[in-house]
């Protein structure tokens, strides 16, 4: 198996465009999480869907964050309009159920200038 | 609500243990987790221990569980260069009946040779 796959690895855009980060999970999982990592804010959980269902999106910074999961094997996390405070590494995560052991992706870098 | 705290840094000289120590809140939980995470990539699970032990060796790495005080701590013998990275503790969360993982802030183990 591949793992959790993450595109683009590196995203670099300007104040105000949309981003969209894209996960495919592992095959055979059935909980998915979007993860957001800064230095001074640490592994922050942003929203995570079990069976394709958002369960907890409470961690969502606000309505500029958008996630949908329209099958079992896909996941975007959108962000518009983006802001500079929005740059961070955003991981995806999966697994078999929601408190098993999770497989993470290698991460997007994301710059907003 | 569950909350899971650890140090940010700590530095050993090669060859010296390490002990990355975690307190965590949700007595309820019944795997507690290490995570690590080298630079520039994604978290991977090192190892857990199940709430009814108090300690799991393996290898190097010595996972010791005080419950009464809901403490975690990863002890790493004959520390080398290569263990360089942030670790995570993680706990089980709940949201309803859907269990997540809660992760701490991670420590980041420098490695001096």
């Known amino acids: 198996d591949a793992g959790v796959i993450q595109s683009p690895r590196h995203e670099v855009t300007e104040m105000g465009q949309e981003v969209t980060l894209r996960c495919k999970p592992i095959?055979?999982?059935?909980?998915l999480f979007w993860y957001r990592q800064t230095m001074m804010r640490g592994l922050e959980l942003l929203i995570y869907?079990?069976?394709?269902?958002?369960?907890?999106d409470s961690g969502m910074p606000e309505d500029r964050f958008s996630a949908k999961m329209p099958n079992a094997s896909f996941s975007t996390l959108k962000i518009q309009p983006s802001e500079p405070r929005d740059s961070a590494v955003y991981f995806c995560?999966?697994?078999?159920?929601?408190?098993?052991?999770?497989?993470f992706g290698p991460g997007t870098r994301l710059t907003v200038l | 609500g569950e909350d899971v705290e650890q140090s940010l840094f700590l530095s050993v000289r090669e060859g010296d243990s390490s002990v990355i120590n975690c307190t965590y809140t949700?007595?309820?939980?019944?795997?507690l987790y290490w995570y690590k995470q080298e630079p520039g990539a994604g978290l991977q699970l090192l190892t857990y221990?199940?709430?009814?032990?108090d300690m799991k060796q393996d290898q190097r790495l010595t996972v010791l569980l005080n419950k009464k005080d809901k403490h975690l701590s990863l002890r790493i013998a004959d520390t080398q260069t290569g263990d360089s990275a942030i670790y995570f503790c993680?706990?089980?969360?709940?949201?309803?009946?859907?269990?997540?993982?809660?992760f701490g802030q991670g420590t980041t183990l420098q490695v001096k040779p």
């Open positions: 995560a999966s697994s078999f159920a929601g408190r098993d052991e999770q497989f």
């Open positions: 993680a706990e089980i969360g709940f949201s309803g009946n859907t269990g997540k993982l809660i």
């Open positions: 869907f079990n069976n394709n269902v958002p369960i907890d």
């Open positions: 949700d007595s309820s939980s019944t795997y």
């Open positions: 221990i199940f709430s009814n032990m």
């Open positions: 095959s055979g999982h059935n909980s």
